[in-house]
């Protein structure tokens, strides 16, 4: 079951609201709180090679969540990630790429992990560099993932919002996680908990981004551009709020492209992050 | 959030391994195990009626799980399922309208269960009809399940093995369920486990149907026609097993028509149960 070369696939993920646990290990480390996954992924191929690299739409860079996996899985291997998703706007592409890896890593390597073990390494490699808490649980279910309980299985469980949609989203541009996370985070987390308890009373879409917006707001994590955004949005009868975190509003249905925006469009994953046929 | 109709979608699944686990509530009774879930699938059409009805590929019949979600939401509907499965045969098909159906109902009545309480209901539907343990949360989740704790959520958990595949199969006909697990069922599960531990060491697809085919002639639940398809498929350098519960064989890749059989060709499914876009 060893080939020279695997491809997975990532969806993307938006985060509406988040509360930050930490715990003794980063595997029990993560975030509760709610989003959407997302068509619009990251593919990652990888092949096995003398040496090491990692590159993200055909530049190589540093992707500490990635090295985490590929040391945790004694890998030489080539990694290219692609995506269409902005980078660094709040849809998990770090995650992708590091779930991803894993899974095409575990493939060509004959490694033969489990898939909660490999969600649990990017998980770690993750909470690890810093770059993320609820994405990679989030990319490895698909759907509408609520983060019920934060970190990696078998620490974290997830339940789901029953829905598929349509979803829009016009990104501006980057905004640092880590910076975020190193802040103090308390009132955050108080809001993200009174916005998961909301949602888990009344599990629909339309609940979720309402409270993701009340959220956005209530922490200050709203910047003014999106803001601006989410309010023509919410003008125009629609339902819109911000990715977290990045410079991004996103928008169920139509809702941007109906406010004025030139928008991207793309739609609620059904499947979390798999090993894609062929090769 | 409501609609006059909804339509969702539940992959078939296969089960190779099992072990029966009777607790004090249905949600907490099940089975552990291992299966494949299969792109060909349950379409389940709910639409708002006077009178409830369940067919399914244009019969009406009794439809005890379905009954039991419906009764639990509610729910005056039609229900319209259709397979090209084969019913009775192995493949989850009771379980797969059961999840449907409460999705599918969940969106037309606007009833806002999130998926794990959807999960639950279909899961305690099936255990209290007698035609299934572990079929639904199999069916929730999509790819190639583990069942690693028994029952419906927050009570079962699950992991997986990260393959993709072309799966084929031949079904020669029906083998009932509630008698298989009306009987004795010890020595069963004492082998499904057995194959569980087995393939938790090395979770890939090809031990998985190697346990598969241990525990079906250890249990003498395999049948003299499927064992001969089997042995045509091995001797020929596939794998295959028994579907548990039915005259039916599967095999990856191209196993049975390598072996000279008709087979059907699917695939693993990546996602679970689902709404359809659309209506």
Excluded: C, W
């Excluded at 860079?61 to 692609?82: F, I, M, N, Q, T």
């Excluded at 609520?146 to 990696?152: D, H, K, L, T």
């Excluded at 928008?251 to 090769?279: C, M, P, S, V, W």
Aim: proline share 4%; no cysteine.
């Amino acid at each position: 079951m060893t080939d020279e070369a695997a491809t997975a696939f990532a969806p993307g993920h938006v985060t509406g609201f988040f509360s930050v646990h930490r715990a003794g290990t980063p595997a029990k480390t993560g975030s509760r709180g709610a989003g959407l996954t997302l068509a619009d992924g990251v593919t990652v191929r990888v092949e096995r090679a003398e040496e090491r690299s990692v590159a993200l739409n055909g530049h190589e860079g540093a992707a500490p969540a990635v090295e985490y996996v590929l040391d945790a899985l004694d890998a030489s291997v080539s990694v290219v990630a692609e995506t269409a998703l902005p980078v660094g706007a709040g849809f998990g592409v770090s995650g992708g790429m590091a779930l991803g890896a894993a899974l095409a890593t575990n493939h060509v390597l004959g490694r033969a992990r489990s898939e909660n073990a490999l969600v649990r390494l990017a998980h770690e490699g993750e909470v690890e560099a810093g770059t993320g808490l609820g994405d990679v649980v989030a990319q490895a279910r698909g759907g509408v993932p609520i983060r019920v309980e934060p970190g990696a299985p078998p620490h974290g469980s997830l339940d789901g919002v029953p829905a598929t949609a349509r979803v829009e989203y016009v990104s501006l541009g980057e905004l640092s996680t880590a910076d975020v996370l190193a802040g103090a985070t308390d009132d955050l987390s108080a809001a993200g908990l009174r916005a998961l308890e909301s949602l888990r009373e009344r599990p629909t879409l339309r609940r979720f981004v309402r409270r993701s917006r009340r959220f956005a707001r209530e922490t200050d994590l709203l910047t003014p551009a999106v803001a601006s955004m989410v309010d023509d949005v919410v003008e125009a009868g629609g339902e819109a709020s911000m990715a977290m975190l990045g410079h991004t509003a996103f928008a169920l249905g139509h809702g941007l492209t109906d406010a004025g925006y030139d928008a991207t469009a793309t739609r609620i994953h059904h499947a979390g992050a798999t090993l894609l046929d062929g090769e």
